[in-house]
């Protein structure tokens, strides 16, 4: 069953098939003693507060002293999950958030509550960096971590510029890759491939844990077309499409992509910006361009990069690892502190 499901899955999340073998599946009614043993048990279920801390509650009596419990949220504060629980469950408790899928992307960030043991803490972390050879991003307990936190607003500020700027998918992701030390997919891209259905979840959770005054929630807004997408079952690569789809009609493969004022396809054509090639001198160079490639360039990033410099100390005492979380949760090439470093921190603040 789940072993079968797990060696089909693609990208592999083995390294070998053999080591399948070393797997001992179970289920949480019946096989929760075969956990008495171990030093570190870590919850990955559904996001829903109240079945997490039922498990959580199921461990107690199971799991021996000093073990550590951790949850792979993404999105639900520590504090919410250990609320109400005894104290004997919160010293042993942190987040470790694996970034998806965590064989390929080495980004884990570890998050400790003011009742977690400081040693339970620097084992994970050691044991994350010396073991699994991640890198460890220590982040605060607020919504979204680190990287999610910018990553996220990176890609409505994208989406909402592409809009008001009226790009073409090709042009926006021209800009959104490459020529800033993104994911070469660019935003579109990334979207189809992380899963279209994935994003209003995510908004919503981001939404409802901020505070209304923050810089994301007065950046969000409905898009009536993503509605309408995942609906008709285009959510991406693993549906029928999204901003891009292979159409296979009378037995060709014509690439195609949406119409973000319409929502029709057409086939996709080469962006043509004069800024995309112009970036290869540096960031400067492509946020001051006059064409709209340039203009789009400089409206994410300089939001990008402010919201990034306004969260420090509030998700994370240290700007480095602030990088380090958007290059290794969201393969940039540069983390934001490190783009306001190649634009000159005095620049980038006149030109805002």
């Known amino acids: 069953g789940a072993i079968d499901k797990l060696l089909k899955a693609d990208p592999a999340p083995l390294m070998s098939k053999a080591a399948a073998r070393l797997i001992t599946p179970g289920n949480i009614e019946d096989d929760l003693g075969a956990l008495a043993e171990v030093d570190w048990i870590v919850e990955a279920i559904i996001e829903r507060i109240d079945l997490k801390q039922d498990l959580y509650k199921k461990l107690e009596?199971?799991?021996?002293?000093?073990?550590?419990?951790?949850?792979?949220?993404?999105?639900?504060?520590?504090?919410?999950?250990?609320?109400?629980?005894?104290?004997?469950?919160?010293?042993?408790?942190?987040?470790?958030?694996?970034?998806?899928?965590?064989?390929?992307?080495?980004?884990?960030e570890v998050v400790g509550g003011p009742k977690t043991r400081p040693e339970a803490i620097a084992a994970i972390s050691r044991f994350g960096d010396e073991m699994l050879g991640k890198v460890i991003v220590h982040a605060k307990d607020t919504p979204g971590f680190v990287a999610n936190r910018i990553g996220v607003y990176w890609m409505q500020a994208a989406v909402t510029a592409a809009l008001?700027?009226?790009?073409?998918?090709?042009?926006?992701?021209?800009?959104?890759?490459?020529?800033?030390?993104?994911?070469?997919?660019?935003?579109?891209?990334?979207?189809?491939?992380?899963?279209?259905?994935?994003?209003?979840?995510?908004?919503?959770?981001?939404?409802?844990?901020?505070?209304?005054?923050?810089?994301y929630v007065k950046l969000r807004r409905d898009w009536p077309l993503l509605t309408k997408m995942i609906a008709d079952g285009y959510t991406g690569r693993k549906g029928k499409g999204g901003f891009y789809r292979l159409n296979t009609a009378g037995g060709?493969?014509?690439?195609?992509?949406?119409?973000?004022?319409?929502?029709?396809?057409?086939?996709?054509?080469?962006?043509?910006?004069?800024?995309?090639?112009?970036?290869?001198?540096?960031?400067?160079?492509?946020?001051?361009?006059?064409?709209?490639?340039?203009?789009?360039?400089?409206?994410?990033?300089?939001?990008?990069?402010?919201?990034?410099?306004?969260?420090?100390?509030?998700?994370?005492?240290?700007?480095?690892?602030?990088?380090?979380?958007?290059?290794?949760?969201?393969?940039?090439?540069?983390?934001?502190?490190?783009?306001?470093?190649?634009?000159?921190?005095?620049?980038?603040?006149?030109?805002?």
């Open 61 to 108: 009596g199971k799991r021996k002293a000093g073990s550590i419990l951790s949850s792979n949220t993404s999105t639900i504060p520590l504090n919410h999950l250990v609320a109400g629980l005894p104290d004997s469950i919160a010293r042993d408790f942190c987040i470790t958030h694996f970034f998806n899928p965590p064989r390929y992307m080495r980004l884990l």
């Open 164 to 215: 008001d700027l009226g790009l073409t998918i090709e042009e926006a992701d021209a800009i959104m890759g490459r020529p800033i030390g993104a994911p070469k997919t660019g935003i579109f891209g990334l979207l189809d491939l992380v899963g279209l259905d994935l994003m209003p979840h995510v908004d919503k959770s981001m939404a409802a844990s901020l505070k209304p005054d923050d810089a």
């Open 252 to 352: 060709g493969r014509v690439k195609e992509s949406v119409d973000l004022k319409t929502g029709a396809y057409a086939p996709s054509t080469t962006a043509r910006l004069d800024s995309a090639d112009a970036a290869k001198g540096g960031l400067r160079v492509l946020v001051s361009h006059a064409d709209k490639g340039g203009q789009y360039a400089w409206s994410v990033l300089s939001k990008l990069l402010s919201y990034a410099a306004a969260l420090v100390p509030e998700i994370a005492d240290d700007v480095v690892e602030i990088d380090q979380a958007m290059k290794t949760g969201f393969n940039f090439k540069r983390g934001p502190f490190e783009m306001i470093d190649q634009l000159g921190a005095a620049w980038f603040a006149d030109k805002l």
